[in-house]
Nanobody
Framework: QVQLVESGGGLVQAGGSLRLSCAAS????????MAWYRQAPGKQRELVAV???????RYGDSVKGRFTISRDNTKKSMYLQMGSLELEDTAVYYC??????????????WGQGTQVTVSS
């Protein structure tokens, strides 16, 4: 019942910037954590950034100081501002949302992913 749609990916030169968006829709009682993950060819999926319902954030070591995660609870959306992009940032970026169910318990949802390609 919950859908996540990512947008904003594309091709960018090294040193450039992109802004990714994730919009949640459907039957959502409440959203807890929201996160961005990424997976490059031949590599395991890794955590990029997380934002809690209270606004706290944490980042993977490889993106600290370059990326900024944020959320808009009224729009049920999340964003990732990506700056100083490097070739190693090339990957499919996935939106992940943790929700509370009305009847109790947690659910986890994933978007389809959006491709980010950084060129030299």
């Amino acid at each position: 019942q919950v859908q996540l749609v990512e947008s904003g990916g594309g091709l960018v030169q090294a040193g450039g910037s992109l802004r990714l968006s994730c919009a949640a829709s459907g039957r959502i009682f409440s959203i807890n954590d929201m996160a961005w993950y990424r997976q490059a060819p031949g590599k395991q999926r890794e955590l990029v950034a997380v934002t809690s319902s209270g606004g706290s954030t944490r980042y993977g070591d490889s993106v600290k100081g370059r990326f900024t995660i944020s959320r808009d609870n009224t729009k049920k959306s999340m964003y990732l501002q990506m700056g100083s992009l490097e070739l190693e940032d090339t990957a499919v970026y996935y939106c992940n949302v943790q929700t509370f169910r009305l009847g109790g318990g947690l659910e986890d949802y994933w978007g389809q992913g959006t491709q980010v390609t950084v060129s030299s």
